[in-house]
């Protein structure tokens, strides 16, 4: 069978791919342990909560009702209103109704998005979205219609106390020209935990304002829920900015529910794209959250159990693998939010792939680093290939277990002749 261009590029291996094939291997291969995919962490009290408010919609008929009916090609109006009061009440930020679309999660706004503002304009212009600071989310890599859609710029690596590091937009290497039609960062940063700095954002913001392009912030991690921020990092929107939030870092994943906030226009451009691909997204996320929305138990479940959770866990695994891998090329990531913790194996032997492959054949499934590179030209640059990402988030049991193995392994590839 012959596939068009669209099928030959939506058919390849990407490496959400097999990130998402890895997740499912981890749940069906008994066993193996599960530190690579982006699953939040089954947390008691967030799952009893939803528990009682699922079996609340089933005995008042909303279930029924949410399955039985299409929602708008925005999505829920109920809903919408309920997130514009909740984030002008929680944030003190101007937004209404207008301001707000609900897509089948963000991966799906992010296509939508990452192709409305780059790409192909028709007539001979064609612009990218641009990645202040890589390493950035694997799942951006392969979202774009046409090819050499993304630009990416190194960062700069600053080396903390106690074999931590963070990094840096680079601006002085930042070249934002013409052809960029979209900035983009997630804050706080899947795979490295960073958190921008409101610096940072606003130097971001400054320069998207003055080319005249949106600033897409991903805060699937970030304020007001789920929150799994470590640091006093302020959230950031206006009239430029476009905010990607999610249900699935809540707990929520397979509700597939993604929110974005922006200028009318952008929401209004959604909602086309939304009609023509989705005719709607899908009703059951803003069904069963609707109410916590309303009374404002997302903002108490966020600070009150999801955070301190996330917080203690990565704590606890940064104590764990410093313990197991007492070496002077180790380096972690300073952990600031996010499910992750980003490790760096300077000068090591092997790439990324190898040890990925090593640690996969004794049991253990993490993400190698490389992926997490869309848009850097540099094929060359060592540091791309010698970082991995890990899941803090899974059983004490499991991350212990892991990192076991992963001690191991390190040692053993570091020690060989
Ligand atoms: N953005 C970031 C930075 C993520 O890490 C993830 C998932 O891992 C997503 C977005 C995906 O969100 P959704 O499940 O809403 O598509």
Not at 8 to 20: N, P, S, V, Y
Not at 225 to 252: E, H, R, V, Y
């Amino acid at each position: 069978m012959e596939f068009s261009a669209f099928g030959q590029k939506f058919t390849r291996h990407a490496g959400i791919t097999q990130l998402m094939d890895d997740l499912n291997q981890g749940l069906t291969t008994p066993n193996t342990i599960m530190l690579g995919g982006g699953n939040p962490a089954a947390i008691p009290e967030v799952l009893a909560y939803l528990d009682q408010q699922s079996r609340q919609l089933v005995k008042n008929g909303d279930l029924l009702k949410a399955m039985a009916n299409y929602d708008g090609p925005q999505g829920k109006d109920a809903y919408i209103c309920a997130l514009a009061k909740l984030l002008s009440k929680e944030l003190g930020w101007p937004v209404g109704p207008e301001h707000i679309a609900l897509t089948n999660g963000s991966q799906t706004a992010f296509f939508y998005l990452f192709n409305l503002l780059a790409g192909d304009f028709g007539d001979g212009r064609k612009k990218k979205v641009l990645f202040p600071l890589a390493p950035e989310y694997i799942g951006y890599g392969d979202g774009a219609l046409s090819e050499d859609h993304f630009k990416a710029c190194k960062p700069t690596i600053t080396r903390l106390e106690n074999g931590l590091f963070k990094y840096h937009v680079d601006f002085d290497r930042l070249e934002v020209g013409d052809d960029i039609g979209l900035i983009c960062v997630s804050r706080p940063t899947n795979p490295t935990g960073n958190v921008l700095t409101d610096e940072e954002i606003m130097r971001l913001d400054e320069i998207a304002r003055e080319k005249g392009i949106p600033l897409l912030i991903d805060n699937a991690y970030g304020m007001p829920f789920p929150n799994i921020i470590f640091t006093d990092a302020k959230p950031f929107w206006n009239d430029n900015t476009i905010l990607c939030m999610s249900l699935s870092k809540l707990g929520l994943p397979g509700v597939r529910c993604g929110i974005v906030v922006a200028p009318p226009a952008i929401i209004q451009a959604m909602t086309n794209i939304s009609g023509i691909i989705n005719l709607a997204p899908g009703s059951m996320g803003p069904a069963l959250t609707l109410p916590m929305m309303e009374n404002g138990d997302v903002i108490t479940l966020s600070n009150e159990v999801i955070r301190p959770f996330y917080q203690a866990k990565a704590q606890q695994a940064v104590t764990w693998l410093q313990q197991a891998i007492p070496l002077p090329q180790f380096h972690i990531h300073k952990p600031e939010g996010a499910l992750f913790l980003w490790l760096w194996f300077e000068d090591l032997p092997v790439h990324s792939q190898e040890l990925y492959e090593r640690l996969k054949q004794k049991g253990l499934l993490v993400v190698p680093g490389h992926y997490f590179f869309p848009g850097i030209e540099d094929g060359d640059w060592a540091h791309s290939k010698q970082c991995i990402r890990l899941n803090y988030a899974q059983s004490e049991a499991d991350v212990q277990a892991g990192i076991k193995i992963l001690a191991e392994e390190v040692l053993a590839i570091y020690q060989a002749p």
